[in-house]
């Protein structure tokens, strides 16, 4: 698996890029004061794609952060995929229009299958759900309302509507450095047919070895790359 991919994470909350602990948005650090600067610093450092999230949309679906999330696609020369907030068609032309790559749907999946049935359909593998994973149950807005939607069944009906890749996260995990759930993306993997890339608790380079052995596509890694517990130059 060669082609797995470790994919540096930047988090932008109030126009700079941060980390939360369990998606608290009273547990931020902030590492960089500019979100462009955390962006250039992974891209320099060989990654090959970024995660972009947009903490303040996906709490209220309204974003302000779009004029950083502009500059960073149009200045890094990798692809960058972006989610939070996301709610409405004309959004996600918008940021495909500017630049960005792939548009993940967390909270408008869940609730609005007809959108993304049609982004689907429209834009094929652009188009990434998140599951955001809390005690098996799906996670909506920015993680603040736990659904009653188990993630096995939700997964399923959206590769009905045309999915072909998901970001599975465990809440829990998130910003921990505890390790990830393997066992719950173990589960998550035997279940749905569907490319797979891993998020929440990456620790270390071990962590991610495991991951690679799972023959998923590849993993997000936040927090471990800031608080310098593994080295994105030596991860790849």
């Known amino acids: 698996m060669n082609n797995f991919e470790i994919i540096p994470a930047v988090d932008i ?16 650090t902030i590492y960089f004061k500019n979100p462009l600067d ?17 903490l303040d949309g996906a709490r209220t679906g309204n974003s302000k952060n779009l004029p950083v999330i502009k500059k960073i696609a149009e200045e890094l020369k990798i692809p960058v995929q972006l989610g939070g907030g996301i709610r409405h068609f004309e959004q996600i032309e918008e940021l495909l229009d500017c630049g960005i790559n792939r548009v ?40 603040k309302k ?17 999915v072909k890749r998901f ?11 505890t390790g990830p759930n393997f066992e ?21 380079a071990e962590d991610i070895e495991k991951l690679r052995e799972l023959k998923i596509e590849g993993c997000i ?13 030596e991860i790849l």
Not at 109 to 116: D, E, H, R, S
Not at 168 to 175: C, L, P, Q, R, V
């Open 146 to 162: 736990v659904t009653t939607k188990d993630i096995i069944s939700f997964a399923k009906d959206a590769v009905k509507l045309g």
């Open 13 to 28: 909350l109030d126009g700079k890029a941060v980390r939360l602990k369990q998606g608290k948005f009273e547990a931020k």
């Open 184 to 204: 719950g993306i173990r589960h998550f993997i035997e279940n749905v047919k569907a490319k797979i890339i891993a998020s929440g608790g990456i620790a270390s």
């Open 167 to 177: 970001v599975y996260t465990d809440i829990s995990k998130d910003g921990m450095l």
């Open 38 to 54: 955390a962006a250039k610093k992974w891209e320099a450092e060989g990654a090959k794609r970024l995660h972009v999230v947009d």
């Open 104 to 143: 993940i749907l967390g909270t408008s999946a869940i609730f609005n299958p007809n959108l993304l049935e049609r982004a689907c359909k429209i834009f094929g593998d652009k188009i990434i759900v998140a599951i955001d994973a809390k005690e098996n149950k799906v996670a909506a807005q920015g993680w």
């Open 221 to 233: 890694v936040g927090i471990a790359l800031y608080a310098g517990t593994v080295k994105l130059s």
